[in-house]
């Protein structure tokens, strides 16, 4: 193992958005075993601080892998087009106008039915995003399309937090 592989490669699967949970599960377990710092004890000191490091290296491309958003941001810098969220906001009309309505929706929202209905939009939302987002990475390699729907899954992901707090301030 190289403490410079990307993620990936750690994980031996492909660089795809398209993963396999479970296989990445099972991944992640067997790097851990292999890494216990407590396999190192015997070692002395120096060995089971980099088992350590490797523990936190693997577990750190585990949570970038596991989550949708992360691994396709991921996937988007190792092919070169930036997220940016924080200084690139810029998004087409349409999606702004999507955000805007939601989020007066969200604003009317008073009752239990109406924040679950929320809840069930942004879930949908959320759903045809991660397609098309799979399509602009795995099919079409159109990696400014996914940098786009990345920062536009990030917006989605804040709003559906804020459907959650709010359904949760409800009782």
């Not at 490797?54 to 190792?78: F, M, T």
């Not at 940016?84 to 929202?109: G, I, Y």
Request: net charge negative.
């Amino acid at each position: 193992m190289n403490l410079q592989s990307t993620d990936f490669e750690l994980f031996d699967v492909s660089a795809a958005f398209a993963q396999d949970a479970a296989q990445l599960d099972a991944r992640w377990k067997q790097l851990q075993r292999q890494v216990h710092p407590d396999k190192f004890a015997a070692q002395g000191a120096a060995a089971q601080r980099v088992a350590m490091q490797w523990s936190a290296r693997i577990n750190e491309a585990y949570q970038r892998l596991k989550d949708p958003v992360r691994r396709a941001a991921y996937l988007c810098e190792l092919n070169g087009a930036a997220i940016d969220a924080e200084r690139n906001t810029a998004m087409p009309a349409d999606f702004l106008m999507q955000q805007m309505a939601l989020r007066e929706a969200l604003d009317d929202a008073d009752t239990s039915a109406a924040l679950q209905d929320m809840a069930n939009q942004t879930a949908a939302l959320r759903c045809d995003m991660l397609a098309q987002l799979a399509q602009h990475t795995d099919t079409r390699a159109d990696w400014h399309a996914a940098a786009q729907s990345v920062r536009a899954l990030m917006f989605l992901d804040k709003l559906a937090d804020e459907v959650t707090r709010k359904r949760a301030t409800l009782g």
